[in-house]
């Protein structure tokens, strides 16, 4: 086998010695376009995980690597003037350049031909004389482009400015800066990698970036291997109190902006991708060699396991991919938070320094915990002194409780928990008269514990029902229906219950959905459908009439009469739908609203008749009771409602009374794209919320206590809706509560189930193992920093 590496970087050299090893008959050639002393950056990251598969596929360079490691389990978080620690993580590092002498060294002791200062020749005559041609020729591939049809990269370029440098002040941990100027706000990212010196990255936003002066200095002529030196030095001017003497040092380091790498595939013929050819992730997230040293792992494992190339192409592909995904999903959660760090600089140390850390979602408030429970016991106790809670004095003061058990005000309604069991569309009603089922189902949850139960969908008259099972709130017979059941959900349970008036707009007129979640219109069977502008919803539905003033009164009446008759059915709260497509939500977003009067075209004008019956709504509903406004924060899809639109929709409905914003997203048009994943939504509701200090509720793909527990702690939300998982389990919250051993008012069982508040016993849960060590290992120290000069790790105390 023939094989051709292009790019002689980390992953390319680690998998050519990894090919080689595996099969040393193997003919491998790397090329190599700078010299083997050429590097670019400083210090390379690992994580335990990826030594772990490095120790096992090639000792030797393990032991080569390890020899040359700064190993620290420390994260220090610099901000307002304090250093907050947080221990338990674990990092190992080394100087990219040491790292790929180890690498020249390997691949040389196993006869790789690697020609350095060489262009590798033409992809054409690669492909048709070697077997196998590796790609792993970075961001800006040559290789990628050639084939650029095939692997259909895109790059997305970010907002921020950073520079690669690096210090002769040696860090003792992972360092996080965050600096506060007249300008804007600037990061550092910050971490040792041997005994003199450290990486030092500096980050900064576009609008700050410029407003510093940056942008001048480089806008000046840099020629390849120089630096921006008046940039630096203001970068060293700046962050003096950080550096304590100490300088800058570059590499050819400029200003530049991040590029997420992603391809439709990674493979073509005979050339495949690796590395960054392949895919970025955010260097706030980890190190782009740690993910191309992974990849050249498993490259090298697959062509040994497949029985062709072929095959072992596709297996790397399918083994890896999802593996990046998942890394980049972290990564850009974590870029987006850093690019909007801004948006969070009025938190207190403890808070900011907790959302900085769970920022990605990958570590989470238990993760946290199990690495270091003081730091965790000091979050906790700083938020609970910080958050204004119904409770006395006397009681707030003792309530050492989870977050997700803190009490919450929502308008003069007082809420027991942080836990919403959201609006789920039942269809169980007959002529909008909810039944036997919607008591059971908001039975069950309001005694499952959930702080706030909202019966989901309801219709302020026949014609805004989305389908004929759906409930509405219209009639004395419904009003009469919903009574009992609020009569019951509040004589047998502590949780308030609320009510989601809705008119479903174009999106109205539909039959049940069916087992795949979709109905299809009722057609003559159906009712007239009105929208802000005639537009259907795909091709396949009716096309609604546009709404005349009129009937935006007649709505707005409908509203307020549905609203009045929630009062009297006993109901603690009421949420409109404004977001999913729904009538309302098509005047907000601009791909269903084109009207050219004064409801359409501006944002103004599209808030105009929301606004309208919203305000109409505050005025009768009782100043006790809970307003909540749901929308949709973004349409996913191109042309549709901004972050900015969101941020201004919600300022708009806050002034016209309401007390919280439900921030869900989507539903608005058929042909959207949206990015699901685990707590998907939550970077909205976090939006709104730290950008005007308005209550929000996350919803979608929150399914675990810890996650609840990380948004609320972080200052993201503050209530989350719990849905499909409280389908899953209608005793969510009670169970979460047992899970933390949290027994107090948050959270009470009902007296006929109290029985079952502790967790069974289940199958060998009552061994108890004997002791097979002689003599006990010592724990592993949860605070470890880098000392070179004194060798010995010692704990490490948060200062401030």
């Known amino acids: 086998m023939r094989v051709a590496v292009i790019g002689g970087g980390p992953g390319g050299l680690y998998f050519a010695a990894l090919a080689k090893q595996l099969s040393p008959h193997w003919e491998v050639t790397v090329w190599e376009r700078n010299a083997a002393d050429d590097t670019f950056g400083f210090g390379v990251v690992f994580s335990d995980e990826t030594l772990d598969g490095i120790a096992q596929a090639d000792p030797e360079t393990f032991a080569a690597m390890s020899a040359e490691f700064a190993r620290w389990s420390d994260i ?24 790929l002498t180890i690498l020249q060294e390997r691949c040389a002791d196993l006869n790789v031909d690697v020609r350095y200062r060489t262009q590798a020749p033409p992809m054409a005559e690669l492909t048709t004389g070697y077997d196998l041609v590796v790609a792993g020729d970075g961001v800006r591939s040559a290789a990628r482009a050639t084939y650029a049809g095939t692997f259909q990269p895109v790059l997305d370029e970010r907002h921020c400015r950073y520079m690669w440098l690096a210090t002769d002040k040696v860090f003792e941990a992972f360092t996080f800066i965050v600096e506060e100027r007249d300008f804007g706000t600037v990061q550092v990212h910050a971490y040792p990698f041997d005994a003199t010196r450290s990486t030092f990255i500096v980050e900064i936003d ?6 510093a002066g940056f942008a001048e200095f480089a806008a000046r002529d840099h020629p390849p291997g120089t630096s921006d030196e008046d940039s630096i030095r203001l970068c060293q001017e700046i962050l003096a109190d950080h550096l304590d003497g100490h300088r800058l040092i570059p590499n050819n380091s400029k200003w530049i902006r991040f590029s997420t790498v992603r391809n439709k595939t990674w493979r073509h013929g005979n050339t495949v991708l690796l590395g960054d050819a392949a895919h970025t992730a955010h260097f706030s997230i980890g190190s782009g060699t740690k993910l191309a040293m992974e990849d050249a792992l498993a490259l090298a494992a697959c062509l040994h396991e497949q029985p062709d190339l072929t095959t072992a192409l596709a297996a790397y592909e399918a083994e890896r991919k999802p593996v990046v995904e998942s890394t980049q999903r972290a990564a850009q959660a974590s870029l987006e938070w850093f690019e909007s760090v801004g948006r969070y600089t009025g938190q207190e140390p403890h808070q900011f320094a907790f959302n900085l850390l769970t920022r990605s979602r990958r570590v989470t408030h238990d993760n946290l915990r199990v690495r270091d429970k003081e730091f965790t016991d000091a979050v906790e106790e700083a938020w609970h002194a910080s958050t204004p809670s119904p409770l006395s004095p006397a009681a707030a003061s003792t309530a050492a409780v989870p977050p997700v058990f803190r009490p919450f005000q929502l308008g003069g309604l007082h809420l027991r928990n942080r836990v919403v069991a959201p609006p789920t569309a039942l269809y169980s009603a007959g002529d909008g008269v909810p039944g036997d089922f ?15 139960v909202i019966a989901g969908m309801t219709a302020v008259s026949p014609e805004g029902r989305a389908t004929p099972g759906c409930p509405g709130l219209y009639t004395d017979e419904q009003e009469a229906a919903w009574r009992k059941i609020t009569d019951f959900v509040h004589r047998q349970s502590g949780a308030c219950l609320g009510i989601q008036l809705t008119h479903a707009g174009r999106r109205a007129a539909t039959s049940v959905p069916r087992a795949d979640g979709r109905g299809t219109p009722l057609g003559d069977r159906g009712w007239q459908l009105l929208a802000a502008s005639a537009l259907p919803w795909d091709s396949g539905s009716s096309t609604p009439r546009e709404a005349t003033r009129q009937d935006m009164e007649n709505v707005t009446g409908d509203f307020v009469a549905a609203a009045r008759r929630a009062d009297r059915a006993g109901f603690d709260v009421l949420e409109l739908q404004f977001g999913h497509g729904h009538l309302l939500s098509g005047f907000l977003s601009p791909l269903t609203n084109t009207r050219t009067d004064a409801y359409g075209g501006s944002l103004a004008n599209r808030l105009r008749f929301p606004v309208q019956v919203l305000e109409a709504v505050r ?25 900015a639109d969101a941020v201004e929709i919600a300022r708009a409905l806050s002034q016209a009374g309401a007390d919280a914003i439900d921030v869900s997203t989507g539903e608005v048009v058929a042909h959207e794209k949206p990015r699901y994943g685990r707590s998907f939504q ?15 509720i996350a919803v979608g793909a929150i399914s675990t206590y810890d996650d609840v527990n990380s948004i609320i702690l972080a200052g993201r939300a503050d209530l989350c809706a719990v849905g499909r998982a409280q389908l899953h389990d209608p005793l969510w919250t009670l169970h979460a509560a047992a899970a933390q051993e949290y027994a107090g008012p948050a959270a009470p069982w009902p007296t006929s189930w109290k029985a079952g508040s502790r967790r069974p016993p289940g199958a060998r849960t009552d061994r108890i193992p004997p002791r097979l060590q002689l003599l006990r290992e010592a724990p592993v120290p949860v605070h470890q920093r880098w000392l070179p000069h004194t060798q010995v790790t010692v704990a490490a105390v948060a200062v401030s």
């Open 438 to 452: 919607d008591l059971v189902h908001l039975s069950t949850q309001a005694l499952g514990g959930a702080g706030l």
């Open 682 to 696: 939550t970077p909205y509701a976090d939006l709104i919320r730290n950008a005007t200090g308005i209550p929000t």
């Open 619 to 643: 005025a009768i509903w009782p100043a006790g009771k809970g307003l909540i406004v749901r929308v949709s924060a973004t349409d996913w899809a191109d042309g549709g409602t901004t972050e």
């Open 76 to 99: 220090d978080i610099r901000y307002k003037g304090q250093v907050l620690t947080s221990g338990g993580h674990g990092f190992a590092a080394l100087g990219r350049k040491r790292l």
């Open 206 to 211: 576009e609008d700050s970036w410029r407003r």
